[in-house]
């Protein structure tokens, strides 16, 4: 059987994502006999028959009265050859964040377009939300075929458009239609010139693994345990990598090594452990490490200034001017934006935190080169960020020099109080005056 396969779908609003995965859902017999029986009392829709696939998915009353996915729905089903959590995420711009949400954690994005619209604004930017959280398997279901007579062309065109969008992703464009069925469970007779498998074939099928133990290792400190005055240990969950006992490893930000002593579980010790495995490790020397340090074998990345991909998720917009808590693994620190975004916009910023974190590039490691954004004042989830790079002394490859005056605002917005805010400006203006 094929490992856990984690899927999300997208795309615009009225594309039929969600009859979609209730007729996937239905055909493939996940649900049980009594919900069959709810969707039936509530279908309404007349157009969508005796059952309206998409209430399998759409649960809440809002979702029902205006036929839209607002919040992510995840659902659950197995088939002979693979288990399957599956993300139904909504296509309205203005649920864009939910859409983020539900790609963050899948393996595999099905991207639906109606064949008789075509590639539409929403589309392309689901695709890119996609691919900045790393997903580079594709399934383009074009739907809605039966209205357009399933017309080759249609279908080639919308496909070869899509190509140029996904470079360097894979991408397996599939024909149907999720109202009757078509290339849904089973391969139509509707489009006898279209090859591959089915949907539910693909999805049985595609292999996505990401094998986290063969990255460097990565073991984010969630807590120091120390029940009494002969045991400490770092409890926390492999980001990624490999532990063994006897390992040499290095504590970051401090830079400080010790070899693994013991690799300590609830059901007792262990000689290795992997990602994503939770384990508590004790250290032959005891060096300061906290909450929030990582233990690595290759070194990562480790400063105070990245370059970063966001995607914003609050009505209040992004305030270069404004302190935001920045959350990256276990450590939370403070941090500013250089870039002001909107609502569902996305875009490159430069980050600046006020200690030290240690990360990998996103595209690396989806654990280390992630974080999320925290309005102070509401704790509301502000923004995603896939970390790009780091930026060496605060100056980005190709940019400009920060000038003095923008160092001095800079270190005044910082400081914790005017007193504070008085001293750091002082002792800058000696250094520069030097």
């Given at each position: 059987?094929?490992?856990l396969?984690?899927?999300c ?12 995965i ?11 006999e ?31 009265e ?7 729905a ?17 296509g309205?711009e ?25 590639v ?32 080759r ?32 469970i089973t ?18 099928t ?69 990602a ?22 290759d ?8 370059e ?17 808590l ?11 934006v ?13 980050v ?9 590039p996103?595209a ?10 925290i ?26 020099p ?13 400081a ?19």
């Amino acid at each position: 059987m094929a490992g856990l396969l984690r899927i999300c779908t997208a795309g615009s609003v009225d594309d039929g994502k969600s009859t979609l995965i209730g007729r996937m859902l239905h055909d493939s017999q996940s649900v049980y006999e009594d919900q069959i029986h709810s969707v039936q009392a509530a279908s309404k829709n007349l157009a969508a028959g005796p059952i309206d696939f998409s209430l399998f998915t759409d649960g809440l009353k809002a979702e029902r009265e205006q036929g839209i996915t607002i919040d992510v729905a995840y659902r659950y089903f197995a088939t002979a050859r693979r288990k399957v959590i599956l993300a139904d995420t909504p296509g309205h711009e203005q649920y864009t964040r939910n859409m983020a949400t539900g790609a963050s954690t899948a393996d595999l994005a099905i991207l639906l377009v109606d064949a008789r619209e075509g590639v539409k604004v929403q589309s392309r930017r689901h695709a890119r939300i996609a691919r900045l959280l790393g997903i580079t398997d594709f399934v383009l279901a074009v739907n809605k075929m039966d209205l357009v007579d399933f017309d080759r062309e249609v279908f080639d065109g919308i496909r070869d458009e899509f190509d140029e969008m996904l470079t360097g992703a894979r991408c397996h464009a599939i024909p149907l239609s999720a109202l009757h069925g078509d290339n849904v469970i089973t391969l139509s007779d509707r489009t006898p010139w279209f090859e591959g498998p089915s949907l539910l074939e693909y999805l049985e099928t595609v292999d996505v693994s990401r094998d986290l133990t063969k990255l460097p290792l990565r073991f984010p400190v969630q807590l120091v345990l120390r029940p009494n005055d002969a045991f400490r240990g770092y409890s926390g969950q492999l980001a990624s990598g490999t532990v063994r006992v006897g390992d040499r490893v290095t504590a970051w930000p401090s830079g400080r090594s010790a070899r693994v002593q013991r690799i300590v579980t609830y059901d007792g010790d262990l000689d290795m452990a992997f990602a994503p495995m939770s384990v508590t490790l004790t250290l032959d020397d005891e060096i300061d490490i906290s909450r929030g340090d990582l233990l690595a074998t290759d070194p990562p990345d480790v400063g105070q200034h990245f370059e970063a991909e966001v995607v914003w998720m609050d009505e209040r917009p992004l305030d270069p001017a404004r302190v935001y808590l920045l959350k990256h693994t276990t450590r939370t620190v403070t941090a500013e934006v250089n870039h002001a975004l909107l609502l569902n916009q996305i875009g490159t910023v430069s980050v600046s935190t006020s200690r030290p974190l240690v990360f990998d590039p996103y595209a690396s490691n989806r654990i280390t080169g992630g974080f999320i954004l925290i309005d102070t004042s509401t704790h509301f989830t502000a923004g995603a960020g896939m970390i790009a790079h780091a930026v060496r002394d605060g100056v980005a490859p190709g940019t400009t020099p920060v000038t003095a005056a923008e160092r001095l605002a800079l270190l005044a917005r910082r400081a914790g109080s005017d007193a504070d805010a008085i001293k750091a400006v002082e002792q800058a203006l000696e250094e520069i005056l030097l």
